[in-house]
């Protein structure tokens, strides 16, 4: 398997434009996780699903951010408008349950806003 | 304050020496993840246990349920070791992470 896939691997954009981060979670993963990694708070939870559905949106930010999972092979997380201080690296992660919850992550997107 | 804490934030050691990384969690659990980043890269897992002893090569990890308290252990350590380490604890079924803030690991040739 190519493991957790995710795209693109490097974004720049202004502030105040969309920004669309795609996922692709190892096949037959029935969990999904976007997290966001920052140097002042380290890893974050910000939403997860749980085949296909979001269980716990507790840690999106604000109304900015928005997550869907319209199937089981795919997943976004978007941000509208975009500010600085969304700067981030922001992975997926995808796990099974018959796993016991080992997650296996992606290699992230490196979001830079100006 | 941050339900699961690491120490030490920084550590350097030199080629060949044991190392030792904690990790404290004030919440129930059903899982104690040990997780794996080297600069600029993505995230390994290392370990996932909810009691005793995990060995996998140098890296042995284990967890006091009782003391809610878990180690890190690296034998022999290289410099293809540097990098930085992540305590994450899971609770209940959903396998929610909650992450210490993570150790940065030089090791010197």
């Known amino acids: 398997d190519a493991g957790v896939i995710q795209s693109p691997r490097h974004e720049v954009t202004e502030m105040g434009q969309e920004v669309t981060l795609r996922c692709k979670p190892i096949?037959?993963?029935?969990?999904l996780f976007w997290y966001r990694q920052t140097m002042m708070r380290g890893l974050e939870l910000l939403i997860y699903f749980n085949n296909n559905v979001p269980i716990d949106d507790s840690g999106m930010p604000e109304d900015r951010f928005s997550a869907k999972m319209p199937n089981a092979s795919f997943s976004t997380l978007k941000i509208q408008p975009s500010e600085p201080r969304d700067s981030a690296v922001y992975f997926c992660?995808?796990?099974?349950?018959?796993?016991?919850?080992?997650?296996?992550f992606g290699p992230g997107t490196r979001l830079t806003v100006l | 304050k941050n339900e699961v804490e690491q120490s030490p934030q920084n550590l350097t050691a030199q080629e060949g020496e044991f190392i030792t990384i904690n990790c404290s969690y004030s919440v129930g659990i059903s899982a104690l993840h040990w997780l794996q980043q080297h600069p600029g890269g993505g995230i390994v897992s290392l370990f996932m246990l909810s009691s005793g002893k995990k060995k996998h090569g140098r890296l042995i990890a284990t967890i006091n349920i009782q003391e809610k308290h878990s180690s890190l252990h690296i034998t022999a350590s290289h410099p293809r070791d540097s990098a930085v380490y992540i305590c994450a604890a899971s609770g209940g079924s959903n396998y929610k992470l909650t992450f210490g803030k993570g150790t940065l690991l030089t090791v010197n040739p």
């Open positions: 992660a995808s796990s099974l349950r018959q796993g016991a919850g080992e997650q296996f």
């Open positions: 096949s037959g993963h029935d969990y």
